[in-house]
């Protein structure tokens, strides 16, 4: 009799790891995830440059935008990845903090795993001190008064100090408030910002940055239709149309059998006063300027280059909808219903300019417009790309305090802060859990640490001292100037964060410790049929893991 067979559970092309290895696994996977954005905190951060697969080039020390390029194989990497996706979705700004966090809350429980503790005594620790670190950064916030330009305006400047853009510092910070204020709308009682639908970043290569601005109106990127009708309008009356100005085609395919050459005629003539019955519906509101998503019949613009009305066609619907909310007009969408009250006149100014070697209709001067499109100037493509990117960690800045107005000290001050009240509070705590809760503490000192080490200072030096700055009563606000790498009071340097945005992070970043600390299995299997592709990348194995 031969010994016993080992039996097969899982099918042959399974790869299974368990137990140790994978946790290991995944916290290194972590960790390198984290150290590739390292760099890019703080005022002196360090830019990443990245090849897409097409080809193109993105230049940036945006954490999400490093990260959505980088192509990688792990499954833990891959989480870590969504959560700066989610971080830039939710509160715009943080993307790379909330990496680097996680990425330490894992490392530093690497340690108690390697000494045989449960990972739910860990996860059970580490969920008490969330609940902690909420509750102590509610303590520390500090309300803010929205209408506080200058404090506002500081407050965007320490969101765009750490981007490429911290040149233009103080142009870019008034844009980004201009604009949120522009798009900010209040309907009984419930604020509604939304920067994306409503402030419309247009990119123009050329000029200068300084050149920059924010318009009080809308930007279409058209031309008139017909040449000879008119380039600047004063106080236009503005109709918007969703529907096509050209003769009707049926909607299914219609056959018609012509036997008298008068038919014909007679025919060609109803497209004829088809169009006509259309334009006269227009010209009974009397606009200055049409303007349509859909297209416009030659015959359709003779009449209204006639009645000294210009065109605009196949403008997109999201350009539409802004429109109508800056110059107050309504999108139609059959002629034959226009009413005077669907016509837009808050707006003071139409013209068509020439910039570089495009047309540009410039809808401007309104009065208290409700969106708004900002004007980017820049040399190169990557470049206005950068400064589109850091505007939008502006503008969602911008928008997180006005929806909360509640502020936090920046420069690692809030973290210093809270991890010094979790370790006073661990003194307390009796059992195994204290020394996992005490390691959060620890975790969150990375961010004061990566700001030291990017500026080049003396790690250890700066961070005892800031501890020991940190246990003397009300320096709270105490961090690290990430230009020079010394001590510095925040409330002096005016460095300060949304409330909202801190939060996210750490629940963001704890969160995602949590979930990558309870895997212990990694099953990764091929299907049949796709076998032979499987098999090819496995012969020759991927460069290391990124």
Known sequence: ????????????????????????????????????????????????????PMGGIVMTNDGNAILREIQVQHPAAKSMIEISRTQDEEVGDGTTSVIILAGEMLSVAEHFLEQQMHPTVIIGAYRKALDDMISILKKIGTPVDVNNKEMMLKIIKSAI???????????????????????????????EIDIKKYAKVEKIPGGFS??????????????????????????????????????????????????????????????????????????RVKPDLVITEKGISDLAQHYLMRANITAIRRVRKTDNNRIARACGARIVSRTDELREEDVGTRAGLFEVKKIGD????????????????????????????????????????????????????????????????????????TGVEQW???????????????????????????????????????SQTWGVNGETGALVDMKELGIWEPLAVKLQTYKTAVETAVLLLRIDDIVSGHKKKGEDQSKQPAAAPEPAQE
């Open 1 to 52: 009799m031969m010994g016993p067979r080992p039996v097969l559970v899982l099918s042959q092309n399974i790869k299974r790891e368990s137990g140790r290895k994978v946790q290991t696994g995944n916290i290194t996977a972590a960790k390198t995830i984290a150290d590739i954005i390292r760099t890019c905190l703080g005022p002196r951060a360090m830019m990443k440059m990245l090849l897409d």
């Open 436 to 474: 996992p809760y005490r390691a959060v503490a620890q975790a969150l000192e990375v961010i004061p640490r990566t700001l030291i080490q990017n500026c080049g200072a003396s790690t250890i030096r700066v961070l005892t001292s800031l501890r020991a700055k940190h246990t003397q009563e009300g």
């Open 210 to 283: 300084e050149d920059s601005c924010v318009l009080r109106g809308i930007m279409v990127n058209k031309d008139v239709t017909h040449p000879r009708m008119r380039r600047l309008i004063k106080n236009p009356r503005i109709v918007l149309l969703d529907c096509s100005l050209e003769y009707k085609k049926g909607e299914s395919q219609t056959d018609i059998e012509i036997t008298r050459e008068e038919d014909f005629a007679r025919i060609l003539q109803m497209e004829e006063e088809y169009i006509q019955q259309i334009c006269e519906d227009l010209m």
């Open 358 to 429: 495009e047309y540009f209709a410039f809808i401007t001067d309104c009065k208290e417009p409700k969106a708004c499109t900002i004007i980017l100037r820049g040399a190169s493509k990557e470049i206005l790309a950068e400064v589109e990117r850091n505007l939008q960690d502006a503008m969602q800045v911008c928008r997180n305090v006005l929806i909360d107005p509640q502020l936090v000290p920046g420069g690692g001050a809030t973290e210093m802060a809270v991890a010094h009240a979790l370790t006073e509070k661990s003194k307390g705590m």
């Open 161 to 191: 100090n750490t981007k490429a853009i911290n040149r233009w510092s103080d142009l870019a910070c008034s844009i980004a408030l201009d604009a949120v204020k522009t798009v900010e709308f209040e309907e009984n009682g419930r604020k």
